[in-house]
């Protein structure tokens, strides 16, 4: 299946979904707490995952889907990876920064990939060799590349045991340079903004398949670069430095110190 049959797919996915998070955000009930008191799930991640896994099945019924909610379903080579809302605990709060992640892989490879912001509608679209794109315009990742540029660099603080401690040394190694240090609590939304070039750097000791995989590739075709926080590869599950590329070497050294 081409990369741009799948993109089809997922777009008519991501809006179907993000147009029940714009009308959910008016009439939201309840959340519920997960592994952790700031680890929050609603009825609206779990309707958003439904409808998503409808549209994909409806469509292609022998592929399977991992969703961050409903866990894994089927067995194929042909992947979807999908993160129904992203920035959960910014919805509850009403706070615009959340969206929606469905990613493609065929044999392990990410195909085709999109973050779908429904409060802005920015809708950031990738095909593998055919570039990045921003509600049909092509993005490149920033040209910035020394520590005394004006740098834009974004963070998750991991909440994970043995991970808490090595976020803080690595934040302040950075802003004890004068470097600028954000958190967005929506780690899709955060690639996507390095793929446009909003920020040149982000980086998270511990994230999941859903967090990763459709920014991973927006990152990619938009010129960036993605591995481990080590420079090592990246692994599903593991930390993650996404940059503009040129930036990416000093990098990996200073959150290495």
């Known amino acids: 299946m081409s990369g741009t049959h799948a993109l089809d797919i997922a777009i008519l996915a991501a809006r179907a979904a993000g147009q029940l998070q714009l009308e959910g955000r008016k009439n ?15 009825e609206v991640d ?33 992947r979807w990876i ?33 973050v779908f912001d429904p409060a802005r509608d920015e809708l950031f679209t990738a095909v593998r ?8 315009e092509g993005i490149s990742v920033s040209t910035y590349g020394s520590m005394q540029d004006p740098l834009a660099l974004a963070t998750g603080f991991s909440r994970h045991p043995g991970s808490r401690e090595v976020s803080l040394k690595q934040f302040t190694t950075l802003i004890q340079m004068g470097l600028s240090v954000r ?19 982000y980086w998270d000791l511990k994230l999941a398949p859903w967090d990763t995989a459709a ?4 990152v990619q075709e938009a ?3 993605v591995t481990a926080v080590s420079g090592e590869a990246q692994q599903a599950g593991g930390s993650l430095l996404a940059t503009n590329g040129v930036l990416h070497t000093e990098l990996v050294q200073l959150l290495g110190q």
Do not use: W
Not at 28 to 42: A, G, I, M, R, Y
Not at 102 to 110: K, P, T
Not at 129 to 136: R, V
């Open 28 to 42: 939201l009930k309840s959340f519920e707490q997960k592994s952790h008191f700031n680890d929050l799930v609603t």
């Open 46 to 78: 779990r309707e958003s995952e439904a409808i998503i896994r409808h549209t994909i099945l409806t469509h292609f019924p022998d592929h399977e889907i991992l969703g961050e909610e409903g866990g894994s379903v089927g067995s194929s080579a042909n």
């Open 82 to 114: 999908v993160d129904p809302l992203d920035g959960t605990h910014n919805y509850v709060r009403d706070l615009p920064m959340s969206g929606v992640s469905i990613a493609f892989e065929q044999d392990g490879e990410l195909i085709a990939g999109v």
């Open 129 to 136: 060799g055919k570039g990045a794109f921003l509600n049909g």
């Open 183 to 201: 958190r967005y609590s929506s780690s899709t939304l955060t690639l996507a903004y390095v793929a446009c070039g909003r920020l040149d750097a």
């Open 215 to 218: 920014g991973t590739l927006l």
């Open 223 to 225: 010129g960036g670069q």
